[in-house]
């Protein structure tokens, strides 16, 4: 008996919406739905918010590695925080790149880096706070 083969038809992945769930982060509820351009800033913040590896619930590839710069010079610092933010960010395939960093230092042990992080909705101004 000769083994028959069967064609297989590939298909195009579709697109995941970006519905979902609004978190009021001051009064610490969830109640209604946001989309598109809102939907993504709060998607940015849960991933900078979040250290990666730490949570069994969320994916490998999910939230930042910002804690392996605590304790590194300033000047090393901002080269890593630059490579771990984007590398967090662009996880995330709604997000095309994050770019215009900059760095302040308000005291001591802290850097605050902004940036503009480019979307497939359009781009939004982010600022986290690093220890170091």
Not at 60 to 84: P, Q, V
């Amino acid at each position: 008996m000769i083994p028959q083969t069967a064609e297989y038809k590939f298909t195009q992945l579709a697109e995941q919406p970006t519905r979902t769930y609004f978190v009021d982060f001051d009064k610490g509820r969830c109640g209604g739905y946001i989309d598109g351009i809102a939907a993504m800033k709060q998607a940015i913040f849960l991933i900078l918010s979040t250290p990666r590896f730490r949570h069994m619930i969320f994916s490998w590839n999910y939230g930042h590695e910002l804690s392996d710069i605590f304790g590194e010079d300033t000047a090393l610092a901002k080269c890593e925080a630059k490579r771990l933010i984007t590398e967090a960010l662009m996880q995330d395939e709604r997000i095309r790149s994050a770019d215009g960093f900059e760095f302040a230092a308000p005291e001591k042990g802290v850097l605050s880096v902004s940036f503009t992080v480019n979307t497939v909705f359009g781009e939004l101004e982010q600022s986290v706070e690093v220890r170091t």
